[in-house]
């Protein structure tokens, strides 16, 4: 009896291994299958994208009905077709001479060019539903931005045009600006590109990443907006872009979208790598409440702020026309203002001397990062219409008084008051308005 009771268990055991082993076979052919059902279903995707016509989606039905690939040749043929749905399309334009092409004009200076955007704001043929009225100080901060930093964050209260702006200088360019609307679930740099879908073999570009790619492919001004930038945490999704922006040579801007390339990858994507477009800025709008979170020490030094607290009043514009500009010649103008109109000696030696000043009583340092920015800043700030005074107020309020909101306010209170009196004594009773404002208004927080 136990003979008869051991044979019939290890026949039961059996036959359980048996059918665990049927279920594990269903399960892998079922899961081969649902692969094969998503590689279908973005090829038919794929097709709508990039205009394959009716016979190309007969012959991979056909395929899929008639057999099935190997193991191991699923791999190489996902490798003959383009990961890269939105840029491959973005080459097949190109390629057939369908992309616009602008006649550049380069017959102006950065002052004229100033007027003529503050000018096509208010009154152009374009948009004449539209009219959008700027200080003519907040397009020259702009414009000298630009020279400065690819990031440029446009701040203060709600309604002020901080959108608008960014907007209208890419009607201005004939180049319409991308506005991507930042969400409080961005974290990281996927937000910006996209990501590489392991499982469909697909990347999911973002329709920044695909302007981006565009760029590279000629000489126009690109304008991208990060829209309510700081509704999530900037130093997170955009931390690769600061980084990679402030290499010193352009041919270090890279980023890796893929590990390694396929055959089929876009032109402009060489082993997974992609280089950003030099001819692209990227502008940040920001409201402070709270509902926002601050932006970081880090953000603010590598980009240019311009803060827009109030609505420009009204005037009479002439009707102007927009203005496509090849990004290269507005790059020789901003080389030519730093040889022209270099920030003097007496000035340079006044910050020299402010920073003793302010490490002194304040316990802050300027930083070669901003020095640098100053000698970028100020000569086409002045080439643009200013004066150097002007910029050199702007600077030293935007870049170095904003870090004392991080001091202790009761600390510094005595010290402020000296502070006016010291940049009244150096720079004149009437000059750095901004600065003596904006202390103004810090003390008046206690």
């Excluded at 304008?223 to 041919?251: C, G, H, Q």
């Amino acid at each position: 009896m136990a003979l008869v009771w051991g044979i019939t268990r290890i026949i039961g055991k059996l036959r359980t291994r048996v059918v665990n082993q049927d279920l594990v076979d269903e399960i892998h052919n079922l899961k081969k299958q649902i692969i094969k059902l998503n590689q279908e279903k973005d090829r038919i995707l794929g097709m709508k994208v990039t205009g394959v016509g009716n016979e190309g989606l007969l012959e991979d039905v056909a395929e899929g009905e008639n057999g099935e690939k190997k193991e191991g040749e699923e791999e190489n043929a996902a490798q003959k077709e383009s990961r890269f749905y939105k840029l491959t399309e973005v080459d097949q334009i190109y390629a057939s001479g369908e992309a616009p092409h602008h006649e550049y004009d380069d017959n102006f200076t950065l002052e004229q060019l100033c007027d003529r955007i503050r000018n096509y704001a208010a009154n152009n043929p374009e948009r004449p539903w539209r009219k959008l009225y700027y200080e003519i100080k907040i397009i020259r901060l702009f414009i000298a931005s630009m020279a400065t930093s690819r990031l440029i964050i446009l701040q203060g209260i709600s309604g002020t045009g901080k959108t608008s702006l960014p907007e209208c200088l890419g009607h201005f360019f004939n180049n319409e600006t991308t506005i991507a609307s930042v969400q409080p679930s961005w974290r990281d740099r996927t937000e910006i590109f996209g990501y590489f879908n392991e499982f469909t073999k697909r990347f999911n570009e973002t329709e920044v990443l695909k302007k981006m790619y565009e760029a590279t492919y000629n000489d126009d001004i690109y304008i991208t907006v990060l829209d309510e930038m700081n509704i999530a945490r900037v130093e997170y999704y955009f931390a690769e872009m600061l980084s990679i922006l402030e290499m010193p040579s352009r041919a270090q801007w890279v980023i890796d979208l893929v590990p390694s390339g396929w055959p089929s990858d876009p032109k402009h994507v060489e082993k997974g790598r992609f280089r950003l477009p030099e001819n692209m800025w990227y502008v940040g709008t920001a409201n402070n409440d709270d509902s926002t979170f601050a932006i970081s020490d880090k953000v603010y030094d590598r980009g240019m702020p311009i803060n827009i607290n109030s609505k420009a009043a009204a005037f009479d514009a002439p009707l102007t026309e927009n203005f496509p500009v090849n990004y290269k010649t507005l790059e020789a103008l901003f080389a030519k203002a730093q040889e022209d109109h270099k920030v003097s000696d007496e000035n340079l030696k006044k910050f020299e001397d402010m920073d003793d000043y302010v490490i002194a009583h304040f316990r802050l340092a300027f930083g070669n990062r901003i020095v640098k920015q100053l000698r970028e800043f100020v000569p086409v700030y002045v080439a643009c219409g200013g004066t150097e005074i002007d910029g050199l107020d702007y600077v030293l309020c935007n870049k170095i008084l904003r870090k004392f909101e991080s001091l202790n306010l009761g600390f510094i209170r005595d010290e402020i008051d000296a502070y006016i009196q010291y940049l009244s004594d150096n720079f004149g009773e009437e000059n750095m308005t901004e600065c003596k404002e904006y202390l103004a208004r810090l003390k008046k927080l206690f």
